[in-house]
């Protein structure tokens, strides 16, 4: 090998190998995030045989270039034939590396990427690095020697409880749990591990690697395992990968590596096989995919966000108000009623103080986030805003005063958004000479907790206003998503078909409860009369009231849901709704007076109530959804089934591990769903069963209609 204190690389991108005095050190670079995929894991191999050839070199350093350490195995090789050399096999190279191996370790160590960090024998971390392993959040378990590693120098209790949550510790906590043997300052993986393999060396330190470790498994009690199990089945019960988790980590205490590695290899492709694997996975990209907007150019210049505004400081208001101060972006909060924008700013601040409780802020963050909330009765404070987002109540009367004053106040360039769910947006662009700059921000309730941002695309909204609202919602850590111009976009559109299949079907002869099972069966967190008593009847009823006093032609006559309002079951909040609640408890038990109130509505309609079974709720409520999405999709307000998942799983709870309504609709079969919903709309009929000639177009063709 060359002599001189530097050598010059041997191997090509992305992993080098080069000399630095007697360190020789392994650079992956393989941007954007380093994902150990086949170039990677050859590249690392022919890296670590050019170290342990090299005479000179008298330990190795792993490092990687670009923003972050390794990410993990590359998700867009799952599912094809692995080539070799495998991870596992890469891993065991460098597990039994006759020189000393340390990994330094910046930005994120996630799955197969901490899995090759463990199997070096020294791992150092910068103090902002985090390591995990999610590779549960993709329906897998580590599989590549991390449910075997990781136990030998945590613990078992500590491993199950990250690798089941999935979620990674910062640097600190790494060290003080024995997953990292050092935390380093500075921004340098390098410097930071050169040190560290120079005091190695000086040392005279033989680490041990963490496979040949049995410390910390030693005497772990068994009943750990068996209380896990019995919890996971009350808490997930859907998932396939976490029990297998509980085995692999189990079969860590129990075997001898070798073996457990064998059995956390089984479990691993068995997981790999698995459906939700697929599903979750299409969930991963699905959120990045919607990131990416057709028909907008790459480039599109953007505008800087450096403030704020909300128009209206009820609970909307106040939560968007939140999502921005969260970011770090200075909010002016408006209300014409001082007494209404006290109350949202209490609002605000009991919200932030909750969070401080459970520990997730510190009593300086939310005096910081406080003092970035301006509450102001004056729009002139918003003469200076870059965007401003009106939360007002939902009249096109109001909305359309409030965007002439906007327009009359806010600099040239500044950014309006509504909040409406219902309204149409071009006629509310309409109402300022600026159509160009103002679309749709339709937040999600509670604002500062939901991921989904719908942005709604008006017929003039620019280009660089749509980019810079998306990459805004980026920022504000929302997952924003492109829709047209329809009521309801996209979300609320879908959701009222199933609202109107589960009171059908109450009407017809189910129970809310029955209906409510199904949908929880299906993996929906919530059952749709949980969500409508979550959400609060009084709502709709209220508008409901006001149309029929109207006279409104098309308001519904009051159904058993409007008399629980009547009555004051509001939902959650008055601790009776469709179903009634405990004090301080969320779980719905059915309620004798709300069977009685359904038997009256059928009564007075005339209807004799018939047994209705599981798989008809499912079909209709599930179904129903499927054709409105893709008539959605034909008329060009969704540009892609992705947009759909998406806005599904994020704003409504759709099972993340199902991938998507239109992902999971192929996988229940477009030919089923299609005959289906053609048989409901001749025995039910009514628009909403009108079948979806897109629908029924791929069914026809055996294509799918997702992706
Ligand atoms: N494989 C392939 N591509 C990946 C990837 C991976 N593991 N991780 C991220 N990417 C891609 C993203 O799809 C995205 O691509 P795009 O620009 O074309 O859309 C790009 O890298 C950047 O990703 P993000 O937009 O997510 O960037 P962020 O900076 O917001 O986040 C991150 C970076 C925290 C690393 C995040 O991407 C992430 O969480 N990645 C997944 C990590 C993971 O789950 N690893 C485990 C994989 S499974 C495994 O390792 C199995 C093993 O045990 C055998």
């Keep these: ?72 195995a590359d998700i867009r090789e799952f599912g094809k034939p692995s080539a070799p050399p495998t991870l596992p096999q890469v891993i065991a190279r460098l597990d039994g590396s006759a020189k000393p191996v340390i990994a330094a370790i910046h930005g994120t160590a996630l799955g197969g990427g901490l899995e090759v960090a463990l199997a070096c024998h020294v791992h150092v971390a910068l103090r902002s690095a ?42 600190e906590e790494a060290l003080a749990i024995g997953l990292v043997d050092a935390v380093e300052d500075g921004n340098s993986p390098l410097e930071a591990g050169l040190r560290a393999a120079e005091r190695l060396l000086a040392e005279g330190w033989t680490p041990q690697p963490a496979s040949a470790r049995t410390g910390r498994i030693a005497g772990t009690d068994p009943t750990l395992f068996t209380a896990m199990r019995a919890e996971l089945t009350k808490r997930q019960p859907h998932l396939f990968s976490p029990h297998r988790i509980v085995d692999a980590v189990e079969a860590a205490v129990t075997l001898p590596f070798a073996e457990g590695t064998a059995r956390e290899r089984e479990l691993f492709l068995a997981c790999m096989d698995s459906p939700q694997r697929a599903g979750l996975i299409h969930a991963f990209f699905a959120e990045r995919e919607v990131a990416k907007i057709p028909g907008l150019p790459a480039g599109t210049p953007t505008r800087d966000i450096r403030k704020a505004g909300v128009i209206g400081a009820g609970t909307m208001g106040g939560g968007i108000a939140m999502c921005f101060a969260n970011a770090g972006i200075p909010v002016v909060l408006v209300d014409n009623a001082p007494d209404a924008l006290d109350r949202g700013m209490a609002a605000i601040r009991r919200n932030y103080e909750a969070t401080a409780r459970k520990g997730r802020l510190t009593a300086a963050q939310v005096e910081d986030r406080m003092g970035l909330i301006h509450p102001t009765l004056s729009y002139g404070a918003l003469a200076d805003a ?33 909040n409406t769910s219902t309204l149409d947006v071009d006629a509310i662009a309409a109402a300022t000479g600026r159509p160009q700059d103002v679309l749709g921000m339709h937040f999600f309730s509670p604002a500062n907790v939901m991921r989904l941002l719908e942005v709604v695309r008006g017929a003039r909204t620019s280009h660089t206003v749509l980019a810079t609202v998306m990459a805004l919602a980026r920022r504000i850590g929302k997952v924003g998503v492109t829709v047209g111009v329809c009521y309801g976009f996209v979300g609320n559109r879908i959701l ?42 009084d709502v709709g009823w209220r508008i409901g009231e006001e149309r029929r006093k109207a006279g409104d032609p098309e308001a519904q006559t009051p159904s058993w849901l409007d008399v629980l309002a009547e009555r004051g079951r509001y939902g ?31 009564r007075s309609r005339g209807i004799t109530p018939r047994a209705v079974s599981d798989v008809e709720i ?12 893709a008539k959605i999709l034909e008329e060009g307000i969704a540009a892609r089934p992705v947009d759909i998942d998406a806005i599904w799983l994020h704003g409504y709870g759709f099972p993340s591990w199902r991938g998507g309504l239109l992902f999971w609709a192929d996988r229940e079969g477009l030919g089923k769903i299609a005959a289906a919903v053609q048989r409901y709309h001749r025995d039910i009929g009514g628009p909403q069963w009108c079948p979806s000639a897109l629908l029924l177009q791929r069914a026809a063709d055996g294509q799918p209609i997702g992706c």
């Design 572 to 602: 959650q909040k008055t601790s009776a709704g469709v179903y009634r609640y405990e004090p301080g408890s969320r779980t719905p038990i059915p309620d004798p007076e709300v069977a009685s109130v359904i038997g009256e509505d059928r």
């Design 386 to 418: 870059d965007l401003v987002v009106e939360a007002a109540f939902e009249s096109m009367e109001v909305k359309r005063t409030i965007f002439r004053v906007l327009d009359g106040t806010c600099k040239p360039g500044a950014i309006l958004a509504t």
């Design 130 to 171: 985090r390591l995990g392993l999610p590779e549960v959040k993709l329906g897998l378990l580590p599989g590549a020697g991390g449910t075997q590693r990781l136990p030998r120098l945590v613990g078992a209790a500590k491993a199950l409880d990250m690798i089941l949550s999935g979620e990674p510790v910062g640097a």
């Design 618 to 629: 499912r079909e209709r409520c599930l179904y129903a959804m499927v054709n409105e999405a």
């Design 496 to 537: 009222q078909q199933r609202g109107r299949e589960a009171m059908a079907l109450v009407g017809e002869g189910a129970s809310p409860e029955q209906v409510d099972r199904v949908l929880t069966g299906f993996g929906f967190p919530l059952g749709h009369f949980a969500m409508t008593d979550l959400a609060g009847i």
């Design 1 to 72: 090998m060359p002599s001189p204190a530097q050598t010059e690389a041997v191997q090509p991108n992305p992993v080098r190998y080069a000399r630095q005095g007697r360190i020789g050190v392994i650079t992956v670079d393989y941007p954007p995030v380093n994902a150990v995929g086949h170039g990677v894991r050859s590249g690392l191999v022919a890296a670590l045989d050019a170290g342990l050839a090299d005479a000179e070199a008298e330990a190795l350093l792993l490092v990687c270039a670009g923003r972050t350490f390794m990410a993990g």
